[in-house]
């Protein structure tokens, strides 16, 4: 029987949490929770333990960024892990389909859902961009292949994320996806867009866009040139800086992307044929998408600036 757990990553959004904590308790399904809290101090780790003593708390004193929900998942030994940051939850129903897909399709390492944002439930770009997905279809599989995912709407088979080596601590936050799909696919596993799965996502104004946006470009040069051929990390890099307006982040994140060439060309480990062939075809066609991606990214954080201000992390790839 398939067992069902998830990893919650937070930090310093206590009253966000709340939100997502007790929407998830409320499912059907009733997954194991484990949040992660990356050092927040505004009294989270009290809040968990008070509030939702159900919840496993795995309280981190220095902020690990995405590579905290690593220690998420050490803490569970269930078949599955589904992700959700602590500003989105899943909807009703929306765990079982994920893992049923996955009991059904043993080939399956990954299926990432679509996220509808605000309370008007507008799809997330990189959602529309899954959707549209140019890979072509696996005889059998369910919903869109994809090479890409956003880690808060989806679920992983856990051994196949452990064996992966999880996310890369080296990227903070940001992007990070990337590089664990690219991983996932190497060893051997289809990762699935499956729209029926919906996860809620109400961005925090808790967030700096600047840096955000200088982690993202870093870390998009990383996996470039972490895992592909020099001739295509060459020209991957050159559409991901085309697409990068200049200015300080630009500068920032090309800075901080060679001060880390001696760790890339010592974890470098360049992937088979077929899925370059499968990242070229994303590169060709998917500006669009990172493009509507860095653009959701920036009105949601004024958006969400806005509203707290009034009141008181490349997805297709």
Request: glycine share 8%.
């Amino acid at each position: 029987m398939s067992t069902l757990g998830v990893v919650v990553l937070t930090y310093n959004r206590a009253p966000e949490l709340a939100t997502t904590l007790a929407a998830l308790g409320a499912l059907a399904e009733r997954p194991r929770i484990v949040v992660v809290d990356n050092g927040s101090a505004d009294g989270t780790s009290a809040l968990v333990r008070t509030r939702f003593p159900d919840v496993e708390l795995v309280r981190l004193e220095v902020n690990a960024g995405a590579a905290g929900r690593n220690a998420g998942v050490a803490r569970l030994d269930t078949t599955y892990v589904a992700f959700c940051d602590d500003d989105a939850w899943w909807a009703p129903g929306s765990l079982g389909r994920a893992a049923a897909a996955l009991d059904a399709q043993p080939q399956l390492g990954l299926v990432c859902g679509r996220v509808l944002v605000w309370r008007e439930a507008r799809i997330d770009p990189a959602s529309v961009a899954m959707a549209d997905s140019p890979l072509p279809t696996v005889p059998g599989l369910p919903g869109r292949p994809i090479l890409g995912f956003l880690c808060a709407a989806s679920m992983v088979r856990r051994k196949a994320y452990v064996a992966a080596g999880g996310f890369e601590p080296r990227f903070f936050l940001g992007g990070e996806e990337e590089l664990l799909a690219i991983d996932l696919a190497t060893d051997g596993w289809a990762l699935a867009f499956l729209p029926d799965v919906v996860v809620h996502h109400h961005p925090s104004a808790r967030r700096d866009a600047s840096r955000r946006t200088s982690l993202l470009l870093r870390n998009a040069l990383w996996s470039a040139w972490l895992r592909r051929r020099p001739v295509d990390a060459l020209r991957r890099s050159r559409i991901v800086l085309a697409r990068t307006a200049r200015g300080r982040e630009r500068a920032t994140a090309v800075a901080a992307a060679l001060a880390g060439l001696p760790w890339v060309v010592r974890r470098r480990r360049v992937v088979p044929l077929y899925i370059e062939d499968a990242l070229r075809c994303l590169d060709e066609t998917g500006g669009h998408a990172e493009r509507r991606r860095r653009r959701r990214d920036v009105v949601d954080s004024g958006v969400a600036s806005g509203l707290a201000s009034g009141s008181s992390n490349r997805l297709a790839r």
